[in-house]
C-alpha cells in the first residue's frame, strides 16, 4: 500500500494526533503555512511590476493593519470558540487510529466527493446570507469588509461562519466514514483552495488553470464575488453558480 509508510510514521506520533490541542494546532498551522506565501507576493508586488501583473486587482495593495487585524481574529475564533469544541468533540467521539491505511485510490475519491459536498453545502449557505438581509447584516457582512481579497482574509469572519463552516467540512469526512488520514488530506486541501480563492492572484499554476472546461472557479470567481458581491456564491466549483444563473466571469 503506498500510503502505508506515511501512516506509520504517523502512527508514531499517536499520542499527538489523539491530543484535544492538535485539530486547532493543525488547522491554523497550515492555514498560516498556506498564507505565508501569498503574504511574500504582496510584499513583492509593492516593488516589482511583474508580479503585480498577476494581481486580480492591481490598485490594491495590502496593509500591516489589516493583516494584524485578520490574524487577531482568526487566533481569536479558534481560542476563544473553536478550541473548547474541539475539546468536546475529543471528549465525545474517541480519536480511533487504525494500523491501516487507506488505499490510495479510496482517499482520493473520498476527499473528491468531501470536496463537492462542502462545495454544495457552502454554496447553499453562502447564498442564503445575501439572500436574506438579516442574515449577511448580522452574520456575513463581516467576511466582506475587504472587497480586494488577499490570502488571510479568508478566515476573516464571525465565530458563527466559523463555526457552521467548520461543521460542515467537519462533518462530510464523519458521514462518510473516512480514514484519519483521508479525513486530514481533505482538510490540507480544503483549507488550501479557500487560501487560494482569496489570495487575490491570477497565477499561472493556479487550480482553476489546471481543472479543465471551466469547471472550477478558484481566485478569479470569488475575488469577482467580493467586487460586486452579486454572483459566483461557490467556493471552488462553478456548477451550482451555473444551474442558479449566479455565475459570472472575470471582466
Wanted: proline share 6%.
Amino acid at each position: 500500500m503506498l500510503l502505508q509508510p506515511v501512516w506509520s510514521f504517523l502512527l508514531g506520533y499517536s499520542s499527538v494526533l489523539r491530543s484535544p490541542f492538535f485539530p486547532v494546532f493543525f488547522s491554523l498551522s497550515v492555514y498560516l503555512m498556506f498564507c505565508l506565501p501569498f503574504l511574500l507576493l504582496d510584499l513583492l508586488s509593492l516593488k516589482w511590476d511583474f508580479v503585480r501583473r498577476y494581481k486580480l486587482q492591481s490598485q490594491s495593495s495590502i496593509s500591516w493593519a489589516t493583516v494584524q487585524r485578520c490574524l487577531a481574529l482568526t487566533l481569536y475564533n479558534h481560542v476563544i470558540f473553536i478550541f473548547p469544541l474541539t475539546v468536546l468533540n475529543w471528549y465525545l467521539r474517541p480519536v480511533l487510529l487504525p494500523q491501516d491505511a487507506p488505499s490510495l485510490h479510496h482517499l482520493l475519491a473520498q476527499v473528491l466527493v468531501c470536496l463537492l459536498l462542502f462545495d454544495f453545502q457552502s454554496f447553499s449557505w453562502h447564498l442564503l446570507h445575501h439572500k436574506v438581509p438579516w442574515l449577511y447584516r448580522n452574520f456575513h457582512k463581516l467576511h466582506h469588509t475587504y472587497t480586494s481579497t488577499s490570502a488571510l482574509t479568508a478566515e476573516y469572519s464571525g465565530a458563527w461562519e466559523t463555526l457552521s463552516l467548520g461543521l460542515f467540512a467537519a462533518a462530510n469526512p464523519l458521514m462518510l466514514g473516512c480514514h484519519p488520514l483521508t479525513e486530514m488530506t481533505f482538510f490540507i486541501v480544503n483549507i488550501w483552495l479557500s487560501v487560494e480563492d482569496h489570495c487575490g492572484y491570477d497565477l499561472p499554476w493556479a487550480t482553476h488553470r489546471l481543472i479543465p472546461l471551466g469547471l472550477f472557479g478558484g481566485a478569479r470567481h470569488h475575488d469577482l464575488h467580493h467586487l460586486k458581491s452579486n454572483c459566483n456564491f461557490a467556493p471552488y466549483f462553478t456548477h451550482w453558480d451555473r444551474l442558479a444563473g449566479t455565475l459570472q466571469e472575470q471582466d
